[in-house]
């Protein structure tokens, strides 16, 4: 088989951020070759310069053994490369084939009818099911996607590149999806798949190569390969980061977690029978690839989020009562005396208001103190004060718009804030994410801070070394459920990693929970 | 295809500033005045071969000629600033409110309405604070309607709002055919013009100072209600990301729905000082396409209701000024138009620069 796509030492930096390091790949016809990687690993950069989003700093591209620029989109369809986005790029109210046309530049005129008999031809050529006729909006999320992969087939693609296809698909629709792939490159196309589903890669593909870090690590061929060297490429060599850990004292249960599910408006489920327990003094942390459910989990606590089954413990410390939070609203957890803190991981779009100062954003969670009709920015106004001054936060002052700052000092400002309620639960999602290593170090040190004030702190985080030396315990989530509870000081990079690209709910062992 | 052409950098791209310094955005925005006022100036005299000069002493003339012009400016300013304070704090919220036309021509429907039926039955004690409930009744209605279905059923406030407009628009007409003065003209002539029930006060003999105080009174409590209430900051949070409300407990529906009475009401207020302080009479087109311009005031002042003073004061100076130049000079109303459009256009396209600055390519010399 020929080489149909070749890369050699790719590289694309962001700023400071290397985001492909010297990355190297090939692809023949007739040939389905997996991306492997964590979040933020640079696979998604890398197919973005292939279907022509972003231009490599340097590096060469070849095509059929030719070198090629590749500058735009049109450049890329030039080249026969077809995208298939993770986000799908379509017109609700158009019909698949109206979709499927747009853009196109044909000679002679615009022939609806002929256009959908070549749909329908692609279709069944490829075994798609879809009706050319349909309107987008009418559509399942699986359907839109069989638009989009014809989309490009019907503009002659023979080099495919899909995004994380099957992150948004039932397993059944994944069998489907994954026949078509298979016909497609029996028919000679070569075929790039991401991933970060370690039984999908086995299944599917005869070659993976796996990125890490934005670093090219190497490609094997799946037949050669298993679960267990494939998670070791993947999550790199162990890093020791001394980060200072201390014995949880005086733990008490204090966020019990049962049986939750919740699922989005599709009905698909985004929390599966979701069950933990915090305790107080303790780091829980929550490994997972992203969109696992994390989110999900983090605002269902935290009231934002409905649950359709499950109910959420919180033991009060001061009254000894339990409540169920269970669709109640943040106001009222909060009126239940709930202590309940909660940094989100979109800091400005949910945590802060960007266009508001330090004082403004310190009052989101106190302005309704106070008699009247009228704010007090005193109080605030020396909290943002002493939280600039003890957490370094660097700003010309406290009057100052958050969208101005670092993105460290717009971090340690919204930590400062929930720390400053005295919680006895603190909920973190990424807090150290785009950070700094010195900003990252005064977050762990706060959150160890909490621990040892015996607040029950819940760590959301993607870099497994950090979550190995900070947490106490590891809840591991893949697809919505929890594929494991471990212990954070004896546990390894390689199980949480091989657990994270689990699906199977986890049984939870009586062991862990008398820990 | 072999292509060796490494610039794959575009010519110029944009790039945000980070970081606005205030005297940078104040002297882009005087550039651009002044930018605006000689190409203006240029077109001006091609296309009519006068003296660009002259054109612009004529404008200055129309608004501050005389006395009377003046007060016709203060009068004009007031109405538009009423209009734009009272659409401002539901766009602080993001919600679109294009409505205003309406809520302000049926506030002053309300008060028409007052003044033509009862008029002759209370004395005008009575009357002012009825019309005056009324016309902020019938003005936060019509503005709570399409904020109801919006909290409750998530439905498009821009186009509702804008509806809301023309039922508004033909309701007036339809009723000022019934009640024409007088009757069978087919319009409402001065209403109680002998009795002058329900006309609202001169001040020291002063026709327009009543509605210019009331008006100025409403910016300095709309800006404490924005700036220092508890109301003023849930809108801020409501508009700026509805994401963040939520998280902090703030219920988003009732916010909506509060700061569109306020909104409708104050737009019911402006109705009531065109029709019971101003024209003493009412037809469709009383609110002048104010409740359209408003939200240009608004935008430009960046929603703050003391620079609005400011933004409202440019534009009906330059309706005054464009409308001068048409009669003196001759010259066809479009023409004033265009001046007024080049003006605005410059002055909203140096926001632009205020954020973002161009950047040419580098050399390649400079990159290797």
Known sequence: MSVAIELKDITKTFGSVVANDNVCLKVDRGEILSILGENGSGKTTLMNMIAGIYFPDHGQIFIDGEEVVIRSPKDAFRYKIGMIHQHFKLVDVFTATENIILGLEDQGKYNLKKAAQRVKEISEQYGFEIDPMKKIYEMSVSEKQTVEIIKVLYRGADILILDEPTAVLTPQETQKLFAVLRKMRDSGKAIIIITHKLHEVLSLSDKVSVLCKGKYVGTVNTAETNENQLTEMMVGKKVTLNIDRSEPKNCEKRLEVCDVSCMNREGVKLLDDVSFTAYSGEILGIAGIAGSGQRELLEAIAGLQHISEGDIYYHNPKTGTTDDLRDKTPLEIRELG?????????????????????????????????????LERKKPKSLAEDIIKQLEVVTPSANTPVRRLSGGNVQKVLVGREIASSPTVLMAAYPVRGLDINSSYTIYNLLNQQKDKGVAVIFVGEDLDVLLELCDRIVVIGSGRITGIVDARTTTKEEIGLLMTKTEAYKEDKAHENA | M???????????????RSAPVWWRA??????????????????????????????????????????????????????????????????????????????????????????????????????????????????????????????????????????????????????????????????????????????????????YLLNIIIVVALTVLMYIYLKYSKHGYEISVVGESENTARYIGINVKKVILRTMLLSGAICGIAGLLLVAGTDHSITGDTVAGRGFTAIMVSWLAKFNPIYMIVTSFIIVFLQKGAGEIATTLGLNHAFSDIITGIIIFFIIGSEFFINYSIKFREKEAQTK
């Open chain 2, 2 to 16: 072999k292509t060796h052409d490494k610039a794959h950098e575009p010519l110029l791209h944009i790039v945000k």
């Open chain 1, 338 to 374: 709930v202590r309940l803190s909660f940094v989100p991981e979109d800091r400005l779009g949910m945590g802060l208001v960007g266009n508001m100062d330090i004082v403004d954003n310190m009052m989101l969670r106190s302005y309704r103190r106070g008699k009247g009709m009228f």
């Open chain 2, 26 to 207: 104040w002297l882009i925005r005087v550039i651009a005045v002044v930018a605006a006022l000689i190409f203006s100036g240029v077109i001006s005299f091609l296309l009519t071969g006068k003296n660009p000069i002259e054109i612009y002493a004529t404008m200055l003339d129309g608004a501050f000629g005389t006395e009377r012009r003046i007060w016709n400016l203060f009068q004009a300013l007031a109405m538009l600033l009423c209009v734009s304070l009272a659409v401002t704090p539901a766009f602080k919220m993001r919600f679109w409110n294009i409505g205003a036309e309406g809520q302000a021509l049926i506030g002053g429907f309300a008060a028409a309405a007052c003044m033509l039926k009862i008029g002759d039955a209370l004395p005008n004690y009575l009357l002012i604070p009825l019309m005056i409930i009324c016309s902020v009744v019938a003005g936060a209605v019509w503005a709570v309607i399409p904020a109801f279905f919006k909290a409750k059923w998530g439905t498009n406030e821009t186009l509702f709002t804008l509806m809301m407009n023309y039922i508004a628009i033909q309701l007036v007409s339809y009723f000022v055919q019934i009640w024409a003065v007088p009757a069978g003209s087919g319009k409402i002539g001065t209403i109680n013009p002998n009795t002058m029930a329900g006309w609202l006060p001169e001040i020291f003999g002063q026709k």
